[in-house]
């Protein structure tokens, strides 16, 4: 699947994919928290102007089909988030390809501490950080944390080449 695959930048047209597909999942599993929605409704305003990344995986006749951000949180720290996949497509790569093009995107930001929080409940999004270089980390759990209430689960990512 990944040949029709590509990654795209964000921009204001494509902002109400990053809402609907993140609303989708955070929906299905959680409730959506007030933090949740001052992002997904002015992503440009709390992503991309603080010197954040939204990229989005598009199939070449599906559409967008995913999108995750990096979130700037200090002067070199990134917060992997808002990561989500249509449900329609889940099981066939394009979380793992967006995932790694915004890891790739965070190494070129030289960020430091590149982390994500998120729920013991999200076991295949959890395996699939590990697989590509999370670890778990309690020192992120105590820094970041607080931030959702849905929160258990908190990673930093460690370059595995």
């Known amino acids: 699947m990944n040949n ?3 990654i795209r930048e964000y921009s204001e047209a494509l902002a109400p994919h990053f809402h609907d597909i993140n609303a989708e999942w955070i929906s299905s599993m959680f409730r959506l928290e ?10 440009g305003k709390k992503i991309i102007e603080p010197g954040g990344v939204i990229l989005f995986v598009e199939h070449e006749t599906l ?25 329609s497509v889940r099981g066939q790569k394009a979380g793992e390809f ?13 960020a430091d501490p590149l982390y994500l929080l998120t729920n013991s409940k ?3 999004a959890i395996h699939l950080y590990e697989k590509l270089g999370f670890v778990h980390d309690a020192q992120i759990m105590e ?4 931030r959702y209430e849905r929160c258990d ?3 930093r990512y460690r370059a595995t080449s």
């Open 98 to 110: 967006l995932l790694s093009a915004i890891i790739e995107r965070a190494e070129s930001l030289k």
């Open 34 to 43: 007030d933090t949740d929605r001052e992002v997904l409704e002015n992503p």
């Open 143 to 146: 820094q970041y944390g607080a």
């Open 4 to 6: 029709a695959l590509t």
């Open 153 to 155: 689960v908190a990673m």
């Open 63 to 87: 559409g967008i089909v995913g999108a995750c951000a990096l979130q700037k949180t200090g002067a070199s720290s990134y917060e992997l988030t808002k990561m989500g996949v249509r449900e």
């Open 122 to 124: 999200c076991a295949p």
